[in-house]
Protein backbone atom coordinates (compact mmCIF):
# COMPACT_ATOMS: atom_id res chain seq x y z
CA UNK A 1 0.00 0.00 0.00
CA UNK A 2 1.27 3.53 -0.83
CA UNK A 3 0.94 6.02 2.19
CA UNK A 4 0.36 9.63 1.68
CA UNK A 5 0.44 12.19 4.44
CA UNK A 6 -1.48 15.32 4.12
CA UNK A 7 -1.63 17.61 6.84
CA UNK A 8 -2.89 20.29 5.67
CA UNK A 9 -6.14 18.72 4.25
CA UNK A 10 -9.25 20.82 2.70
CA UNK A 11 -11.57 21.12 1.32
CA UNK A 12 -11.73 22.64 -2.38
CA UNK A 13 -14.60 24.59 -3.91
CA UNK A 14 -14.38 25.06 -7.75
CA UNK A 15 -16.56 27.33 -9.51
CA UNK A 16 -16.93 27.30 -13.05
CA UNK A 17 -18.27 30.68 -14.34
CA UNK A 18 -18.84 31.77 -17.52
CA UNK A 19 -17.71 35.32 -16.34
CA UNK A 20 -16.53 36.25 -12.75
CA UNK A 21 -16.94 39.87 -11.76
CA UNK A 22 -15.42 41.18 -8.81
CA UNK A 23 -16.68 43.66 -6.51
CA UNK A 24 -20.30 42.89 -7.32
CA UNK A 25 -23.08 39.83 -6.92
CA UNK A 26 -22.27 36.92 -9.20
CA UNK A 27 -25.27 34.24 -9.12
CA UNK A 28 -24.63 30.71 -9.93
CA UNK A 29 -26.98 29.21 -11.76
CA UNK A 30 -26.73 25.62 -10.78
CA UNK A 31 -28.99 23.92 -13.30
CA UNK A 32 -26.85 25.00 -16.76
CA UNK A 33 -23.22 24.01 -17.11
CA UNK A 34 -21.02 26.24 -18.66
CA UNK A 35 -19.03 25.39 -21.43
CA UNK A 36 -15.66 25.07 -21.88
CA UNK A 37 -12.80 24.53 -24.60
CA UNK A 38 -12.48 21.07 -23.43
CA UNK A 39 -16.40 20.29 -22.48
CA UNK A 40 -18.97 21.16 -20.14
CA UNK A 41 -18.98 21.70 -16.29
CA UNK A 42 -20.86 22.22 -13.76
CA UNK A 43 -20.80 25.60 -12.45
CA UNK A 44 -19.70 24.28 -8.68
CA UNK A 45 -17.68 21.46 -7.75
CA UNK A 46 -16.39 20.12 -4.34
CA UNK A 47 -13.21 17.95 -4.37
CA UNK A 48 -11.41 16.74 -1.30
CA UNK A 49 -8.06 19.03 -1.61
CA UNK A 50 -4.88 19.31 0.34
CA UNK A 51 -1.50 18.33 -1.36
CA UNK A 52 -1.27 14.70 -2.37
CA UNK A 53 -4.99 14.10 -1.60
CA UNK A 54 -5.58 14.56 -5.52
CA UNK A 55 -2.61 11.77 -5.98
CA UNK A 56 -4.16 8.80 -3.65
CA UNK A 57 -7.50 9.37 -5.67
CA UNK A 58 -5.76 8.98 -9.24
CA UNK A 59 -3.82 6.19 -8.19
CA UNK A 60 -6.65 4.43 -6.10
CA UNK A 61 -9.01 5.27 -8.96
CA UNK A 62 -6.06 3.48 -11.34
CA UNK A 63 -6.07 0.33 -9.26
CA UNK A 64 -3.12 0.66 -7.19
CA UNK A 65 -3.58 0.65 -3.15
CA UNK A 66 -3.44 3.99 -1.35
CA UNK A 67 -4.38 5.20 2.05
CA UNK A 68 -4.40 8.72 3.77
CA UNK A 69 -3.10 9.49 6.35
CA UNK A 70 -4.38 13.51 7.97
CA UNK A 71 -5.84 15.41 10.56
CA UNK A 72 -9.55 16.20 10.18
CA UNK A 73 -12.23 18.01 11.81
CA UNK A 74 -15.57 20.09 11.85
CA UNK A 75 -18.18 19.51 9.23
CA UNK A 76 -15.45 20.37 6.21
CA UNK A 77 -13.48 17.48 7.63
CA UNK A 78 -16.57 14.73 7.43
CA UNK A 79 -17.06 15.99 4.28
CA UNK A 80 -13.72 15.64 2.97
CA UNK A 81 -14.11 12.00 4.92
CA UNK A 82 -16.92 10.90 2.56
CA UNK A 83 -15.62 12.42 -0.37
CA UNK A 84 -12.39 10.16 -0.10
CA UNK A 85 -14.70 7.36 0.69
CA UNK A 86 -16.54 7.60 -2.59
CA UNK A 87 -13.33 7.42 -3.83
CA UNK A 88 -12.42 3.94 -2.37
CA UNK A 89 -9.43 5.64 -0.78
CA UNK A 90 -8.36 4.05 3.00
CA UNK A 91 -8.37 6.72 5.22
CA UNK A 92 -6.56 6.96 8.38
CA UNK A 93 -7.49 10.25 10.25
CA UNK A 94 -7.11 11.80 13.53
CA UNK A 95 -9.72 13.74 14.62
CA UNK A 96 -9.20 17.39 15.69
CA UNK A 97 -11.76 20.10 17.76
CA UNK A 98 -10.79 22.45 14.64
CA UNK A 99 -12.51 22.63 11.59
CA UNK A 100 -10.95 21.65 7.73
CA UNK A 101 -10.46 24.64 5.80
CA UNK A 102 -12.10 25.50 2.31
CA UNK A 103 -10.41 26.83 -0.16
CA UNK A 104 -12.06 28.99 -3.36
CA UNK A 105 -11.09 28.62 -6.82
CA UNK A 106 -12.98 30.36 -9.89
CA UNK A 107 -12.36 29.85 -13.04
CA UNK A 108 -13.63 33.07 -15.09
CA UNK A 109 -14.27 31.22 -18.95
CA UNK A 110 -14.55 34.95 -20.73
CA UNK A 111 -11.10 35.95 -19.70
CA UNK A 112 -9.68 32.26 -18.82
CA UNK A 113 -8.47 33.23 -15.84
CA UNK A 114 -8.46 31.69 -12.29
CA UNK A 115 -8.75 33.28 -9.00
CA UNK A 116 -8.11 31.31 -6.12
CA UNK A 117 -8.78 31.98 -2.23
CA UNK A 118 -6.16 29.94 -0.07
CA UNK A 119 -7.15 29.59 3.50
CA UNK A 120 -3.56 28.56 5.31
CA UNK A 121 -5.54 26.32 8.09
CA UNK A 122 -6.29 25.76 11.67
CA UNK A 123 -4.22 25.70 15.14
CA UNK A 124 -3.42 21.83 15.63
CA UNK A 125 -3.02 20.98 19.48
CA UNK A 126 -0.14 18.87 20.52
CA UNK A 127 -1.72 15.92 21.33
CA UNK A 128 -3.17 15.50 17.96
CA UNK A 129 0.07 15.83 16.42
CA UNK A 130 1.64 12.56 19.22
CA UNK A 131 -1.50 10.70 17.92
CA UNK A 132 -0.75 11.63 14.38
CA UNK A 133 3.02 10.38 14.65
CA UNK A 134 2.20 7.11 16.93
CA UNK A 135 -0.55 6.33 13.95
CA UNK A 136 2.29 7.03 11.07
CA UNK A 137 4.80 4.80 13.07
CA UNK A 138 2.03 2.03 13.30
CA UNK A 139 0.75 2.44 9.21
CA UNK A 140 4.80 2.17 8.84
CA UNK A 141 3.78 -1.88 8.81
CA UNK A 142 1.64 -1.52 6.12
CA UNK A 143 3.40 1.15 3.72
CA UNK A 144 5.32 -0.19 0.28
CA UNK A 145 6.11 3.47 -0.44
CA UNK A 146 5.49 6.95 1.35
CA UNK A 147 4.94 9.92 -0.28
CA UNK A 148 4.64 13.54 2.10
CA UNK A 149 2.91 16.10 0.52
CA UNK A 150 1.78 20.14 1.25
CA UNK A 151 2.25 22.55 3.91
CA UNK A 152 2.75 22.03 7.70
CA UNK A 153 -0.72 23.53 9.41
CA UNK A 154 -0.07 26.08 12.53
CA UNK A 155 0.81 24.49 15.60
CA UNK A 156 2.92 21.33 14.02
CA UNK A 157 7.01 21.48 14.29
CA UNK A 158 9.11 22.07 10.86
CA UNK A 159 10.64 19.64 11.28
CA UNK A 160 7.71 17.10 11.43
CA UNK A 161 8.56 16.00 7.86
CA UNK A 162 12.08 15.28 8.86
CA UNK A 163 11.12 12.84 11.30
CA UNK A 164 8.90 11.78 9.39
CA UNK A 165 11.19 10.74 6.89
CA UNK A 166 13.55 9.03 9.00
CA UNK A 167 11.01 6.58 10.66
CA UNK A 168 10.54 5.53 7.10
CA UNK A 169 14.05 4.99 6.32
CA UNK A 170 14.25 3.05 9.95
CA UNK A 171 11.17 0.70 8.36
CA UNK A 172 13.26 0.82 4.98
CA UNK A 173 10.24 2.90 3.15
CA UNK A 174 11.42 4.87 0.35
CA UNK A 175 10.08 8.34 0.44
CA UNK A 176 8.38 10.72 -2.37
CA UNK A 177 8.64 14.48 -0.33
CA UNK A 178 7.02 17.69 -1.66
CA UNK A 179 6.65 20.66 0.16
CA UNK A 180 8.39 23.86 0.67
CA UNK A 181 9.62 26.62 3.31
CA UNK A 182 11.17 25.35 6.36
CA UNK A 183 9.90 22.37 6.40
CA UNK A 184 11.40 21.60 2.99
CA UNK A 185 15.09 22.52 4.31
CA UNK A 186 14.97 20.60 7.28
CA UNK A 187 13.73 17.10 5.38
CA UNK A 188 15.89 17.45 2.77
CA UNK A 189 18.55 16.74 5.37
CA UNK A 190 16.77 13.37 6.41
CA UNK A 191 17.26 12.09 2.39
CA UNK A 192 14.06 11.13 0.87
CA UNK A 193 14.96 9.71 -1.85
CA UNK A 194 12.94 11.80 -4.30
CA UNK A 195 12.08 15.39 -4.05
CA UNK A 196 9.53 17.91 -5.54
CA UNK A 197 9.66 21.34 -4.23
CA UNK A 198 7.20 24.00 -4.51
CA UNK A 199 8.90 26.19 -6.92
CA UNK A 200 6.66 29.26 -6.34
CA UNK A 201 7.31 29.23 -2.22
CA UNK A 202 11.13 27.90 -2.72
CA UNK A 203 12.48 31.65 -3.41
CA UNK A 204 13.68 31.63 0.53
CA UNK A 205 15.88 28.31 -0.13
CA UNK A 206 17.34 29.25 -3.41
CA UNK A 207 18.20 32.69 -1.92
CA UNK A 208 16.97 34.56 -5.28
CA UNK A 209 14.22 33.89 -8.15
CA UNK A 210 14.40 31.06 -10.39
CA UNK A 211 13.29 32.15 -13.89
CA UNK A 212 15.63 30.66 -15.88
CA UNK A 213 17.29 27.38 -16.55
CA UNK A 214 20.44 28.31 -14.71
CA UNK A 215 18.99 29.11 -11.75
CA UNK A 216 16.49 25.60 -12.33
CA UNK A 217 19.47 23.26 -12.80
CA UNK A 218 21.26 25.59 -9.84
CA UNK A 219 19.03 25.11 -7.68
CA UNK A 220 18.24 20.87 -8.66
CA UNK A 221 22.06 20.28 -7.87
CA UNK A 222 21.82 22.17 -4.24
CA UNK A 223 18.96 20.10 -3.64
CA UNK A 224 20.54 17.02 -4.74
CA UNK A 225 23.29 17.42 -2.67
CA UNK A 226 21.22 18.18 0.83
CA UNK A 227 21.76 14.25 1.00
CA UNK A 228 23.17 11.72 -0.43
CA UNK A 229 20.00 9.46 -0.21
CA UNK A 230 18.62 11.86 -2.80
CA UNK A 231 18.36 10.55 -6.27
CA UNK A 232 15.54 12.69 -8.40
CA UNK A 233 14.46 15.74 -8.38
CA UNK A 234 11.54 16.91 -10.32
CA UNK A 235 11.22 20.83 -11.20
CA UNK A 236 8.20 22.13 -13.22
CA UNK A 237 9.12 25.39 -14.28
CA UNK A 238 5.87 26.71 -15.35
CA UNK A 239 7.52 30.32 -16.01
CA UNK A 240 9.26 28.54 -19.38
CA UNK A 241 6.65 25.39 -19.62
CA UNK A 242 9.37 22.99 -18.62
CA UNK A 243 9.79 20.43 -16.49
CA UNK A 244 12.87 19.32 -15.49
CA UNK A 245 14.12 15.83 -14.12
CA UNK A 246 17.31 15.92 -12.17
CA UNK A 247 19.55 13.10 -11.02
CA UNK A 248 23.11 13.22 -9.80
CA UNK A 249 24.78 12.67 -13.09
CA UNK A 250 22.11 13.41 -15.85
CA UNK A 251 19.37 16.18 -16.26
CA UNK A 252 16.39 15.88 -18.53
CA UNK A 253 13.82 18.65 -19.67
CA UNK A 254 10.64 18.17 -21.50
CA UNK A 255 9.55 21.59 -23.36
CA UNK A 256 5.81 21.87 -23.74
CA UNK A 257 5.27 25.74 -25.27
CA UNK A 258 3.71 24.47 -27.58
CA UNK A 259 0.53 24.12 -25.33
CA UNK A 260 -2.61 26.21 -26.06
CA UNK A 261 -3.80 26.24 -22.58
CA UNK A 262 -2.25 26.21 -19.27
CA UNK A 263 -4.09 25.57 -16.26
CA UNK A 264 -2.09 24.65 -13.04
CA UNK A 265 -5.34 23.70 -11.39
CA UNK A 266 -4.05 20.13 -9.62
CA UNK A 267 -0.85 20.02 -11.29
CA UNK A 268 1.61 19.16 -8.83
CA UNK A 269 -1.20 16.53 -7.78
CA UNK A 270 -1.17 14.89 -11.46
CA UNK A 271 3.03 14.75 -11.18
CA UNK A 272 2.70 12.82 -8.25
CA UNK A 273 0.11 10.25 -9.14
CA UNK A 274 2.40 9.85 -12.20
CA UNK A 275 5.83 9.55 -10.55
CA UNK A 276 4.35 7.77 -7.69
CA UNK A 277 2.55 5.30 -10.58
CA UNK A 278 6.00 4.71 -12.79
CA UNK A 279 7.91 4.02 -9.29
CA UNK A 280 5.50 0.87 -8.40
CA UNK A 281 5.64 0.13 -11.88
CA UNK A 282 9.20 0.00 -11.85
CA UNK A 283 9.69 1.57 -15.15
CA UNK A 284 12.91 3.04 -16.79
CA UNK A 285 13.70 6.37 -15.86
CA UNK A 286 13.01 7.59 -19.52
CA UNK A 287 9.41 5.84 -19.18
CA UNK A 288 9.01 7.86 -16.54
CA UNK A 289 9.85 10.80 -17.06
CA UNK A 290 7.98 10.79 -20.38
CA UNK A 291 4.84 9.58 -19.07
CA UNK A 292 5.42 12.31 -15.99
CA UNK A 293 5.63 14.70 -18.71
CA UNK A 294 2.75 13.57 -20.83
CA UNK A 295 0.35 13.45 -17.71
CA UNK A 296 1.16 16.84 -16.71
CA UNK A 297 1.01 18.39 -20.18
CA UNK A 298 -3.10 16.58 -20.62
CA UNK A 299 -3.41 17.64 -17.31
CA UNK A 300 -2.07 22.08 -18.13
CA UNK A 301 -4.75 21.28 -21.05
CA UNK A 302 -7.67 20.90 -19.32
CA UNK A 303 -9.68 22.65 -16.55
CA UNK A 304 -10.16 19.59 -15.14
CA UNK A 305 -8.11 19.45 -11.53
CA UNK A 306 -7.18 16.09 -11.87
CA UNK A 307 -7.56 13.63 -15.44
CA UNK A 308 -7.87 10.21 -14.47
CA UNK A 309 -8.40 8.45 -17.78
CA UNK A 310 -5.45 6.84 -18.43
CA UNK A 311 -5.20 6.29 -22.01
CA UNK A 312 -6.15 9.77 -22.18
CA UNK A 313 -3.10 10.76 -19.58
CA UNK A 314 -0.60 8.24 -21.99
CA UNK A 315 -1.82 10.25 -25.28
CA UNK A 316 0.79 12.56 -25.56
CA UNK A 317 3.45 10.19 -24.55
CA UNK A 318 4.85 9.65 -28.07
CA UNK A 319 4.88 13.24 -29.15
CA UNK A 320 7.17 13.50 -25.84
CA UNK A 321 10.87 14.57 -26.44
CA UNK A 322 13.81 13.83 -23.34
CA UNK A 323 16.06 16.79 -23.75
CA UNK A 324 19.10 16.13 -21.78
CA UNK A 325 20.63 19.66 -20.61
CA UNK A 326 24.01 19.11 -18.76
CA UNK A 327 24.72 17.83 -15.27
CA UNK B 1 -20.70 -9.88 -3.23
CA UNK B 2 -18.34 -10.01 -0.34
CA UNK B 3 -17.37 -7.72 2.81
CA UNK B 4 -15.11 -6.31 0.76
CA UNK B 5 -17.79 -4.36 -1.65
CA UNK B 6 -19.41 -2.19 0.85
CA UNK B 7 -16.92 -2.22 3.93
CA UNK B 8 -15.63 1.65 4.61
CA UNK B 9 -11.21 0.85 4.10
CA UNK B 10 -10.80 3.01 7.45
CA UNK B 11 -7.85 2.19 9.79
CA UNK B 12 -8.69 5.29 12.13
CA UNK B 13 -7.91 3.78 15.62
CA UNK B 14 -6.55 4.30 19.34
CA UNK B 15 -3.78 2.70 21.01
CA UNK B 16 -4.69 0.82 24.80
CA UNK B 17 -2.47 3.47 26.00
CA UNK B 18 -4.48 6.07 24.48
CA UNK B 19 -6.06 8.28 27.34
CA UNK B 20 -9.79 8.57 27.88
CA UNK B 21 -10.12 11.91 27.31
CA UNK B 22 -8.20 11.81 23.85
CA UNK B 23 -10.80 9.15 23.29
CA UNK B 24 -14.16 11.36 24.25
CA UNK B 25 -12.50 14.57 22.09
CA UNK B 26 -12.28 12.06 19.32
CA UNK B 27 -16.16 11.06 19.51
CA UNK B 28 -17.06 14.24 19.70
CA UNK B 29 -15.23 15.55 16.62
CA UNK B 30 -16.58 12.84 14.31
CA UNK B 31 -19.77 10.73 13.69
CA UNK B 32 -17.92 7.68 15.36
CA UNK B 33 -19.54 5.89 18.15
CA UNK B 34 -17.46 3.36 18.25
CA UNK B 35 -13.57 3.23 17.77
CA UNK B 36 -10.93 0.05 17.19
CA UNK B 37 -7.93 -0.15 19.48
CA UNK B 38 -4.72 -1.62 17.62
CA UNK B 39 -1.38 -2.15 18.72
CA UNK B 40 1.87 -0.88 17.03
CA UNK B 41 1.86 -3.95 14.27
CA UNK B 42 -2.23 -2.85 13.68
CA UNK B 43 -3.58 -5.92 15.40
CA UNK B 44 -6.83 -5.18 16.31
CA UNK B 45 -6.69 -6.11 20.11
CA UNK B 46 -10.46 -4.07 20.82
CA UNK B 47 -12.62 -1.63 20.58
CA UNK B 48 -14.04 1.06 22.71
CA UNK B 49 -17.79 2.53 22.07
CA UNK B 50 -19.07 5.68 23.71
CA UNK B 51 -21.77 3.27 24.89
CA UNK B 52 -18.69 1.40 27.30
CA UNK B 53 -17.96 4.91 28.58
CA UNK B 54 -21.35 5.84 29.57
CA UNK B 55 -21.99 2.38 31.52
CA UNK B 56 -18.20 2.64 33.10
CA UNK B 57 -19.43 6.02 34.55
CA UNK B 58 -22.69 4.56 36.27
CA UNK B 59 -23.53 2.26 38.77
CA UNK B 60 -24.26 -1.21 37.63
CA UNK B 61 -27.48 -1.48 39.88
CA UNK B 62 -28.63 1.96 37.57
CA UNK B 63 -30.28 -0.62 34.89
CA UNK B 64 -32.52 -1.99 37.44
CA UNK B 65 -33.64 1.59 38.30
CA UNK B 66 -36.94 3.08 37.04
CA UNK B 67 -36.27 6.59 37.61
CA UNK B 68 -32.51 8.02 38.01
CA UNK B 69 -33.78 10.29 40.66
CA UNK B 70 -33.17 6.85 43.00
CA UNK B 71 -29.56 7.38 42.78
CA UNK B 72 -27.58 8.31 45.86
CA UNK B 73 -25.83 11.33 43.79
CA UNK B 74 -27.00 13.26 40.96
CA UNK B 75 -23.51 14.79 39.73
CA UNK B 76 -22.15 10.69 40.16
CA UNK B 77 -22.37 10.62 36.26
CA UNK B 78 -20.03 13.66 35.48
CA UNK B 79 -17.93 12.46 39.16
CA UNK B 80 -17.13 9.32 36.94
CA UNK B 81 -16.38 10.90 33.72
CA UNK B 82 -13.74 13.38 35.58
CA UNK B 83 -12.07 10.57 37.33
CA UNK B 84 -12.24 8.45 34.14
CA UNK B 85 -10.52 11.05 31.91
CA UNK B 86 -7.07 10.05 32.42
CA UNK B 87 -7.16 6.36 32.71
CA UNK B 88 -6.22 4.70 29.67
CA UNK B 89 -8.26 2.93 27.05
CA UNK B 90 -7.05 -0.29 28.08
CA UNK B 91 -8.67 -0.21 31.08
CA UNK B 92 -12.30 -0.20 29.53
CA UNK B 93 -12.08 -1.39 26.33
CA UNK B 94 -14.10 -4.13 25.43
CA UNK B 95 -11.79 -7.11 24.18
CA UNK B 96 -14.18 -9.90 23.15
CA UNK B 97 -15.39 -8.28 19.51
CA UNK B 98 -17.09 -9.95 16.56
CA UNK B 99 -14.62 -9.30 13.43
CA UNK B 100 -14.85 -10.80 9.85
CA UNK B 101 -12.79 -11.13 7.14
CA UNK B 102 -13.10 -8.88 4.08
CA UNK B 103 -13.55 -12.06 1.20
CA UNK B 104 -16.32 -13.20 3.86
CA UNK B 105 -19.64 -13.55 2.66
CA UNK B 106 -22.54 -11.12 3.09
CA UNK B 107 -24.97 -13.95 4.81
CA UNK B 108 -21.94 -14.54 7.05
CA UNK B 109 -22.11 -10.34 8.04
CA UNK B 110 -25.74 -10.09 8.36
CA UNK B 111 -25.97 -12.84 10.48
CA UNK B 112 -23.23 -11.24 12.80
CA UNK B 113 -25.43 -7.99 12.99
CA UNK B 114 -28.40 -9.81 13.67
CA UNK B 115 -26.66 -12.08 16.77
CA UNK B 116 -24.92 -9.06 18.46
CA UNK B 117 -25.87 -5.67 19.38
CA UNK B 118 -22.69 -4.24 17.91
CA UNK B 119 -23.49 -1.58 14.78
CA UNK B 120 -20.28 -1.57 14.18
CA UNK B 121 -18.22 -4.63 12.88
CA UNK B 122 -14.31 -4.59 12.24
CA UNK B 123 -12.83 -5.94 9.16
CA UNK B 124 -9.62 -8.09 9.61
CA UNK B 125 -6.95 -10.05 7.43
CA UNK B 126 -6.09 -12.88 8.11
CA UNK B 127 -3.21 -12.12 10.66
CA UNK B 128 -5.77 -9.72 12.66
CA UNK B 129 -4.53 -6.28 10.96
CA UNK B 130 -7.40 -4.18 10.87
CA UNK B 131 -8.65 -3.31 7.36
CA UNK B 132 -11.89 -1.19 8.18
CA UNK B 133 -15.48 -1.65 9.40
CA UNK B 134 -18.84 -2.73 8.07
CA UNK B 135 -21.74 -0.60 9.61
CA UNK B 136 -25.40 -1.52 10.32
CA UNK B 137 -25.95 1.36 7.97
CA UNK B 138 -24.01 0.17 5.27
CA UNK B 139 -26.26 -3.08 5.06
CA UNK B 140 -29.15 -1.76 5.48
CA UNK B 141 -28.40 0.14 2.73
CA UNK B 142 -27.02 -2.56 0.77
CA UNK B 143 -29.85 -4.09 0.58
CA UNK B 144 -32.78 -1.06 0.01
CA UNK B 145 -30.54 0.11 -2.77
CA UNK B 146 -30.65 -3.32 -4.43
CA UNK B 147 -27.05 -3.01 -4.70
CA UNK B 148 -26.54 -6.84 -5.17
CA UNK B 149 -27.94 -6.72 -8.48
CA UNK B 150 -25.55 -4.42 -10.11
Redesign the interface.
Known sequence: MITFVTLNPAIDEIYYLNKFNAKTRNRIDYLNKVEYFDGYRDPLVVHAGGKGVGSAICLQKNGIDT?LLSII??YN??LFEDKL?EN??????????VETRRNTSIFDNKENSLTELIVPGMLIKR?DVN?FV??Y???L??TSFMVLCGSIPVGVDASIYHDLIEKAHQANIQVLLYTSGQAFEMALKAGPKYVIPELDYITNYYGKSINSQEAVLELGNKIISANKNIEIVVLPAMFDKEIYFIERDYTYKVSFKEIEHCHVLGMYDQLIASFTESLKKQESREDMYKNIASSIIVNLNSIRKLIFNKDKLDEKIDSIQLEEVGT | MRVRDIM????????AD?PIN?VI??F?????RSLPV?D???HLIGCITVRMLVDKCIPEYFKTLQNPLFLPDNNQFETSIKEMRNEKVENIMGKNIVTVYEDGSITEITSDFLKHSDKTIYVVDYKN?LK?FVDIKHLMCYFACDKKEE
Open positions: CGGGQRKVTTSFVYSAEHKHESLSK | IKDLSAVYTYGMNHSEKINDFHG
